[in-house]
């Protein structure tokens, strides 16, 4: 059997801008994407604190060391610059991997650089 677990967490990320006319996803600072082992275009679900919205989109790379945390096209409309967000990202492991798996949590200031990117528990 196979189960989802949550794999790595951006969290605490400030909305830095929210587009509605973008096509779709999120925009986030590579240097956020590269310490959560997140890819482009790879799904990820997104927890806004502020409002309890949640929605499902895709990772996009922005600019690096930008701090960008850009929500684009419908789900521009659940969040507001300032919001701040807790981006999840899932994976699918076999029953014998579970004992040895240990989630990323990453842990950001208010300007979106990284506070902690150590590994434990989420």
Same mark, same amino acid.
């Not at 919205?53 to 990772?59: L, V």
């Not at 789900?75 to 579970?98: K, M, T």
């Given at each position: 059997?196979?189960?989802?677990?949550?794999?790595?967490?951006?969290?605490?990320?400030?909305?830095?801008? @929210?587009?509605?006319?973008?096509? +779709?996803? /999120?925009? =986030?600072?590579?240097?956020?994407?590269?310490?959560?082992?997140?890819?482009?275009?790879?799904q990820v679900q997104v927890a806004n604190i502020n409002t309890g919205?949640?929605?499902?989109?895709?990772?996009m790379r922005g600019k690096r060391g930008s701090g960008q945390v850009?929500?684009?096209?419908?789900? @521009?409309?659940?969040?507001?610059? +300032?919001? /701040?967000? =807790?981006?999840?990202?899932?994976?699918?492991?076999?029953?014998?991997?579970?004992?040895?798996?240990?989630?990323?949590?990453?842990?950001?200031?208010?300007?979106n650089q990284i506070r902690d990117d150590g590994r434990r528990t989420?």
């Open positions: 059997m196979r189960r989802m677990l949550c794999r790595a967490r951006i969290h605490r990320a400030t909305v830095t801008d @929210a587009d509605l006319n973008y096509e +779709g996803s /999120i925009t =986030i600072d590579p240097v956020l994407l590269d310490a959560a082992g997140i890819h482009d275009y790879e919205a949640r929605f499902d989109t895709f990772a850009v929500v684009n096209g419908a789900a @521009a409309r659940v969040v507001a610059p +300032g919001d /701040i967000l =807790i981006i999840f990202c899932y994976s699918s492991y076999e029953e014998d991997e579970l004992d040895r798996f240990r989630p990323l949590h990453i842990d950001v200031d208010e300007t989420a």
